[in-house]
């Protein structure tokens, strides 16, 4: 009995993996969105070591959106810069 649960919980944590992720949400079965940090001078490339845990195989960016941490998010008040990043696996 223990081996049946044991193996019911290794393929439930198998299937989460991917998903389990809070800073990158799933688009369709090889496009996720990255949500980057706030960065105080932006940043021009996706957190690299995510990206390449949802596409071991390499990736491409497909669009990159830039907020300011202001109530709008365009304002030019002083303070981090978010950036999410579309990607697509290879």
């Not at 081996?3 to 990158?24: G, M």
């Not at 969105?33 to 390449?52: K, M, Q, T």
């Not at 365009?74 to 978010?82: A, E, L, V």
């Amino acid at each position: 009995m223990r081996y049946v649960a044991l193996t019911a919980l290794l393929a439930l944590a198998a299937c989460t993996q991917a998903t389990a992720n809070p800073a990158s949400d799933r688009v369709d079965n090889r496009t996720f969105v990255i949500h980057g940090p706030g960065i105080p001078g932006g940043s021009d490339a996706p957190n690299r070591r995510l990206a390449e845990r949802l596409c071991p195989n390499g990736f491409r960016v497909l669009d990159d959106v830039v907020r300011r941490n202001s109530p709008d998010g365009y304002s030019d008040d002083i303070g981090d810069t978010f950036t999410n990043w579309t990607i697509r696996c290879l």
